[in-house]
C-alpha cells in the first residue's frame, strides 16, 4: 500500500478555496486516489476519487499530475462547516477498499 | 444517501467483560468492515467481511475479536475480554464491491473500558 503525506493542518476564511495536497511517491499503477472527511466523532466520509487528470463533484475536485506522485483536494469556497480533518487514501485494483491505510489526515480549520 | 447504522452510540463495560457493537450495513452492499479509532490517533483497519467470512484481518484483529452477520441485515463485532486498551470509537462500514470502491462509514460506537 503506498504511503501518504499530508500537510498536519491548514488554516483557512469562509469563501476561500482550500487546496490540500498529498504525496503518495509510491502510487502503483493500478491505485486510485480517494479522499475522504471526517468530522469530529463522525465516521469517514468520501468525498471524491480519481485514478488521472482532474475529477470533479459538486463538492469538490481533485487534481492529478501526469506523473500520479500527488493528488490535489480542492474545495472551493470554504465554509465554517468545512472545518473537519481531510483523508487521501490510496488503493489499487489488487486492494481490499476496506484495507487502505488512513493516514494522519490534515485538518482544516474555516476561521470566519 | 443511505445509511449505515450503529447501535449503540456510546457503551461503557468494566475490563474483562464481553462486548457486541451492532451495525446494519447499507441493504445492497456486499462488503463489511470494522475500523477504530482511538481518542486523537488515526483510523485503523480492523477486519473486512465477504461472503460470510473473513476476507482481510489486520494484526490488532486478534483471538479476542470475532465478527458476524447472523442475519440478513447485521453485523456484528464482539470482543470478548475487554481490554482497557481497547477503548476507542468503532466504526462500522459498507461498500457495494471492494476494488476502489467508496466506503460508506457508520457514526460509531464510542467503547469506553473501565
Known amino acids: ?112 | 444517501e443511505p445509511e449505515v447504522t450503529q447501535t449503540p452510540s456510546h457503551q461503557v463495560t468494566q475490563m474483562g467483560q464481553e462486548v457486541i457493537l451492532r451495525c446494519v450495513p447499507i441493504s445492497n452492499h456486499l462488503y463489511f468492515y470494522w475500523y477504530r479509532q482511538i481518542l486523537g490517533q488515526k483510523v485503523e483497519f480492523l477486519v473486512s467481511f465477504y461472503n460470510n467470512e473473513i476476507s482481510e484481518k489486520s494484526e490488532i484483529f486478534d483471538d479476542q475479536f470475532s465478527v458476524e452477520r447472523p442475519d440478513g441485515s447485521n453485523f456484528t463485532l464482539k470482543i470478548r475480554s475487554t481490554k482497557l486498551e481497547d477503548s476507542a470509537m468503532y466504526f462500522c462500514a459498507s461498500s457495494l464491491r471492494t476494488i476502489n470502491e467508496k466506503l460508506f462509514f457508520g457514526s460509531g460506537t464510542q467503547l469506553s473500558v473501565l
Not at chain 1, 509510491?26 to 463522525?42: G, K, L, V
Open chain 1, 1 to 112: 500500500l503506498a504511503k501518504t503525506t499530508q500537510p498536519i493542518s491548514m488554516d483557512s476564511y469562509e469563501g476561500q478555496e482550500v487546496n490540500i495536497t498529498c504525496s503518495h511517491n509510491n502510487i502503483a499503477t493500478n491505485d486510485y486516489i480517494t479522499w475522504y472527511q471526517q468530522f469530529p466523532s463522525q465516521g469517514p466520509r468520501f468525498i471524491i476519487q480519481g485514478y488521472k487528470t482532474k475529477v470533479t463533484n459538486e463538492v469538490a475536485s481533485l487534481f492529478i499530475p501526469a506523473d500520479r506522485k500527488s493528488s490535489t483536494l480542492s474545495l472551493p469556497r470554504v465554509s465554517l462547516s468545512d472545518t473537519a480533518v481531510y483523508y487521501c487514501l490510496v488503493g489499487g485494483v489488487n486492494t481490499n477498499a476496506g484495507k487502505s491505510t488512513f493516514g494522519d489526515g490534515t485538518t482544516l480549520t474555516v476561521k470566519p
